[in-house]
């Protein structure tokens, strides 16, 4: 299938992202912080796709994309206590935050582990194909492993775009910069990767003292 770049501001773009990912093809998207490369969550061979179109370990899980809106998490994680004062703090932005998943359900995305780390970015566009699709995207960064995160659609479709069947151009990311990922999972919570929300920032919501949380930050790496 040929890969087709659609203009965010086309009326119909999300609907035929949308029907690119229910048939199982991967489709390049825009977040808040960079583009991202996504796969139906309920298509195990299109999350495997994902997974041989990055080069990426089948043993390193995926990121899942949400709309705007914590109640739809609730079939897929089961937020802790941290999670939830979190995601309430910061609202829908630039973070991840790694959660147990949900009983229920299972996923090569989960790289077969128990946890899930979930994203809802403040991304009108996004927020589009998600509802059109009615589940979550399986995601990771639309390049190759090891390569940069790419902040432009053009950049994606030419670090990736050869393995997809969408790509949804809604312009430069607004942030540039990876998530922030912190594991809520485990107690204490711990930064696995300090990207766009400072760690600091993390620390004053958790109640941590942020300079531990930046050098298990600075560990992690």
Same mark, same amino acid.
């Given at each position: 299938m040929p890969l087709r770049v659609l203009p965010a501001s086309s009326p119909d773009a999300a609907a035929r992202v949308a029907d690119a990912l229910r048939a199982g093809g991967l489709a390049i998207v825009p977040t808040d912080t960079v583009y991202g490369v996504a796969a139906d969550v309920r298509r195990d061979d299109a999350v495997r796709a994902l997974? +041989? &179109?990055? #080069?990426?370990?089948?043993?390193?899980? !995926?990121?899942?994309?949400?709309? *705007?809106?914590?109640?739809?998490?609730?079939?897929?994680?089961?937020?802790?206590?941290?999670?939830?004062?979190?995601?309430?703090?910061?609202?829908p932005g630039a973070w991840t935050v790694v959660a147990p998943a949900a009983d229920g359900w299972s996923s090569p995305a989960l790289a077969g582990g128990a946890t899930?780390?979930?994203?809802?970015?403040?991304?009108?566009?996004?927020?589009?194909?998600?509802?059109?699709?009615?589940?979550?995207?399986?995601?990771?960064?639309?390049?190759?492993?090891?390569?940069?995160?790419?902040?432009?659609?053009?950049?994606?479709? +030419? &670090?990736? #775009?050869?393995?997809?069947?969408?790509? !949804?151009?809604?312009?430069?990311? *607004?942030?540039?910069l990876d998530s922030t990922v912190v594991d809520c999972s485990r107690t204490p919570p711990r930064i696995l990767r300090e990207g766009a929300v400072p760690a600091a920032t993390v620390a004053a919501h958790l109640g941590l003292d942020a300079i531990e949380v930046a050098r298990r930050a600075e560990g992690a790496r």
């Open positions: 997974y +041989a &179109a990055k #080069g990426k370990s089948a043993r390193e899980p !995926l990121q899942l994309l949400f709309p *705007p809106d914590a109640a739809a998490l609730a079939p897929w994680a089961r937020l802790t206590a941290p999670a939830r004062r979190l995601i309430e703090a910061l609202g899930v780390g979930v994203r809802m970015p403040p991304m009108p566009a996004l927020a589009a194909v998600l509802t059109a699709l009615g589940a979550p995207l399986a995601a990771s960064s639309a390049n190759r492993h090891g390569g940069p995160s790419p902040t432009t659609c053009a950049d994606a479709v +030419a &670090a990736i #775009g050869e393995r997809c069947a969408a790509a !949804l151009d809604a312009g430069p990311t *607004p942030r540039g």
